[in-house]
Nanobody, 130 residues
């Protein structure tokens, strides 16, 4: 499985960015996909996730500002980020894994607990200035 992120950059507070993640090599339709981020000196945290049935889950810190979506016809996962804040500054990673790996009802929490078992992209940097 290969995941390639793009779309990161530098914006001012209140600005928007859209991240993309092109996925290849997945052979199952029962997969979960998500976005994670890691800021300087912080642990990696879950941002948003989407289940194989299309249901989504968000971290409280981004609810109402970020939107996760996917276009299966082009094997691409997106993260639309609006009203960006300086605390959103981080390296953003997309990840995917079999739905069978998860044992929690909430898909974002489920993916967060099994991070070591997921496939990861190389990350794209997002920097938000005040």
């Amino acid at each position: 499985v290969q995941l390639v992120e793009s779309g990161g950059g530098s914006v001012q507070s209140g600005g928007s960015l859209r991240l993309s993640c092109v996925v290849s090599g997945i052979t199952s339709s029962s997969v979960c996909m998500g976005w994670f981020r890691q800021g300087p000196g912080n642990a990696r945290e879950g941002v948003a996730a989407i289940d194989s049935d299309g249901s989504v889950s968000y971290a409280d810190s981004v609810k109402g500002r970020f939107t996760i979506s996917q276009d299966k016809s082009v094997n691409t996962l997106y993260l639309q980020m609006d009203n960006l804040k300086p605390e959103d500054t981080a390296m953003y990673y997309c990840a995917t894994g079999s739905r069978d790996l998860l044992f929690l009802d909430d898909i974002l929490l489920g993916m967060t607990t099994v991070q070591a078992l997921l496939d990861w992209g190389q990350g794209t940097q997002v920097t938000v200035s005040s």
